[in-house]
């Protein structure tokens, strides 16, 4: 692993971002410039600036999308090369007939752009992992196994894949019957942790203090219209205490070239589990973050992960140690990317691209340009105190950075939310919305920390010209 000492513990630090792309391998095409198959757009506040990277540096991008999906203004304006619009994508299951579809509908594609093949595959953020990973395998392109992308998703296999390898082992059933949920509620260990197998961004994730607890939880989760399905696999599994960080792991060809530990913030004083932020470097003591950083590679080595960027969240359990709460087979979202860039000096999308292009990743790292390692960083979210519709966000945003342009750590304001999205506030009930992420810098933590307080506090004094009550709402 390429690392930069930082105290007494190797701490990785690479290349300075947004680089160019120089030597990548030349595509299919027989130019200069690799033709990327994207499977998925996500959402403009964390994919449109992956999108305009690639076309800086000279990737011609094909995307394959919904039908109406926001993409299609990058078309336009030169950004992606090409859109393919595959109908119901949205919701469709990522089976091989699907993955079958998508590559004669690319296929028909290359053929319209004069291109003679792709040269990678890979999936905007978390959806469509397995689809890309079918797609990729399909048409001959460095990929993740299936098999191992479905392991990562369900979170039972994964739990049952690392207990096997001797790196986890505690209370955890998978239930999808009340009566199952009944046998498993007597023999897990209080507090515990419901929720869906297969889920992301803290969805339906909620602690419980009891049995009673459990079956409460369980019939409020079933009345969410995507988990009603006798078929949905939920996991009850014991509660870990202790620090929760946000690994991130870059590899090529089963080689581990990069990892990197940052703390990671969680609601206090609720049952639910939203992120509020992450910071680097780590408040952590270097023995815990070692310890957490050798887990994480052991995990994804064990669950047979070779190649991208990758992103963990563990907890350093008191009791247990190192514990996996999820392998994401997929870059980061959120403020991993920017933090990265600030923090490690690196670029992930870049790290991302050159794994799945079979480009070398080991020389770009190696020829990093050191960072500011006596600075701290500090990320988190603004959220809402109410549930409501959000309005005009980019005028919001713009105002607040206006308000703080003056000052030197503030280093980003980005909406993530979007105009006439339903949100939950955080004093509601529910699993609350984040809406703009914030990240500042400073010399100590405590100052950068104080920084983000500010930005946060400020927002929530404006909030109520953000997000609007609901029609009918009381």
Known sequence: TISHKRGNFPFPVTVSSMSCMKGLARGCNGTSSP?????????????????????????????????????????????????????????????????SCVVEKVAEAIADSGAEGIDAVFNAYYKYLLLAARVAEKLGCITNPPEVIETCIVKSRARQ???????????????????????????????AVLKPSEASGSFGVVRVDSAA????????????????????????????????????????????????????????????????GRGFPSVQPLSIQEATMLHCMAAVKALGLTTGVLDIDVRHSREHGPRIIEVNPRMGGGS???MHELAYGINLVELNVRSFLGADVATRLAARKECDLGT???????????????????????????TFCTNPHIRCVTPL???????VGYKTGGLPSCLIQVVTSAASKALALEQLQVVLGTAEQRIDTLVLPSPGAP
């Open 35 to 99: 033709v990327v198959l994207v499977i998925g757009c996500g959402v403009p506040a964390t994919s449109q600036e992956m999108f305009e990277q690639m076309h800086q540096w000279g990737l011609r991008t094909i995307v394959v999308a919904h039908e109406g999906a926001w993409v299609a203004s990058l078309v336009s304006s030169g950004v992606v090369h090409t859109l393919v619009t595959v109908p119901g994508l949205w919701s469709a299951a990522q089976t091989e007939d699907l993955a």
């Open 161 to 191: 894949c690392l207990t096997a390898a001797g790196l986890e082992s505690w209370s955890c059933f998978s239930v999808r019957s009340m009566d199952e949920l009944m046998q498993a509620a007597a023999l897990v260990k209080y507090p």
């Open 213 to 276: 607890d459990v079956f409460v939880q369980f019939v409020r989760l079933k009345s969410e219209r995507c988990l009603q399905s006798d078929e949905v696999e939920f996991i009850l599994e014991e509660y870990i205490d202790g620090p929760e960080f946000g690994v991130e792991i870059v590899m090529q060809e089963g080689a581990i070239l990069f990892c990197s530990i940052m703390d990671a913030g969680k609601q206090e004083n609720s049952i639910f589990f939203q992120g509020t």
């Open 336 to 338: 991993v990317q920017i």
């Open 376 to 402: 701290c960083f500090e990320a988190g979210w603004v959220m809402s105190p109410h549930s409501g519709i959000v309005r005009d966000i980019a005028s919001f945003s713009e105002s607040l950075r206006a």
């Open 417 to 423: 939310s979007k105009n006439d999205a339903a949100v």
